[in-house]
């Protein structure tokens, strides 16, 4: 028995070498990529900013708090200026950037669950199940969002209340992680099934059937591993939509000015007139924000998918 439990330790020390190597191969192959360097290390700022913005500038600051007057331009007290409640721009857009970064990772994450699950179940179970699922995809995929935002933003929160907060979000901002969750998974699940046909039909999984293999075994053992590497580059374009949408919906009036982000700071400096008295330092940090995020991702995701999907490297 003890000779049979080593060589079980070893193939599983084999295996984790096998893994790491093969993890340390990509690590090289994507430090060579430039534009998916200069993109990884732009998110991980955004990334540490969102997570520690009070280490940067400080608490929030409100109406009560604010530090300088209505409108103050660009100086050595106010790098980028204050709004037209005197608050700091600067302060507001670090701050804006924690809501708008997880505004997008909650909203991914929706879309990935659904996106994924659809697709595995579609592509592998075809016949009249895979024909239901791909019309209810594409009737998603041609629903217009910002429609559907502005039916279900007041119906929502007047179900769940307007101070009722979920993992420290409130409900008006979870209406938009719901909203982008369920309006963009109809292309992800698309992608996936595509994959799914094609791995179902290969040797590998006949062998699974052969040997009494369920279908969410085979699924999630056979098949699921191998569009790993779809999942993750679809992902990160994913996130980047997802930022966009959630920028797009907060400007037009549905995010939340207790918890302000790129879109609501947008919107706010739209209401009080910023554009017309030429105050462009109220529009000019979030919107450059909201443009490099969505770039860097879209480099980052372009490197992983010509790295983990060499095909795309000849389509391109």
């Known amino acids: 028995m003890s000779a049979v439990a080593a060589g079980t330790a070893s193939l599983r020390a084999q295996r984790w070498r096998i893994r790491l190597a093969g993890m340390r191969s990509f ?16 998110l991980v700022l955004f990334g540490v900013l969102a997570l ?3 280490l940067f500038v400080g608490p929030l600051e409100t109406a009560t708090t604010a ?12 790098v980028f200026g204050a709004d037209d409640l005197g608050r700091d721009m600067l302060n507001l857009t670090v701050h804006g950037a924690r809501i708008s970064m997880t505004i997008g990772l909650m909203a991914t994450v929706i879309t990935l669950v659904f996106g994924v699950a659809i697709g595995l179940i579609s592509g592998y179970a075809g016949g009249k199940l895979d024909n239901a699922l791909m019309r209810i995809s594409d ?4 629903l217009p969002t910002f429609v559907l935002a502005l039916i279900l933003a007041p119906v929502l929160i007047d179900i769940v209340g307007v101070d009722v907060q ?3 979000i ?15 998974w109809a292309a992800t699940a698309r992608i996936i099934r595509s994959q799914v046909l094609s791995l179902k039909e290969r040797m590998f999984v006949d062998r699974a059937r052969v ?15 191998n569009v790993v590497n779809l999942i993750v580059a679809n992902a990160v374009l994913t996130f980047a939509s997802a930022v966009l949408t959630e920028t797009t919906l907060s400007f037009i009036g549905l995010g939340d000015p207790f918890q302000p982000s790129w879109g609501q700071i947008l919107n706010s400096a739209q209401e009080s007139g910023a554009p017309g008295l030429g105050a462009w330092w ?5 919107a450059a924000c909201v443009v490099l995020v969505v770039l860097c991702f879209t480099l980052v995701g372009n490197a992983l998918d010509d790295l983990l999907n060499p095909k795309s490297q000849v389509r391109r």
């Open 166 to 168: 979920i993992l420290g």
């Open 139 to 142: 009737f998603f995929l041609v």
């Open 282 to 286: 109220v529009i000019a940090p979030p």
């Open 211 to 225: 040997i009494g293999a369920g279908p969410g075994r085979i699924i999630m053992g056979h098949i699921l591993p």
């Open 27 to 42: 690590a090289s192959r994507y430090a060579r990529r430039a534009d998916g360097m200069v993109g990884l290390i732009v």
């Open 52 to 54: 520690f913005p009070e």
């Open 170 to 184: 409130r409900a008006t901002l979870m209406v938009i992680i719901v909203v982008i969750g369920i309006t963009s």
């Open 67 to 78: 530090t300088g007057n209505a409108f103050d331009p660009p100086s050595a007290a106010h």
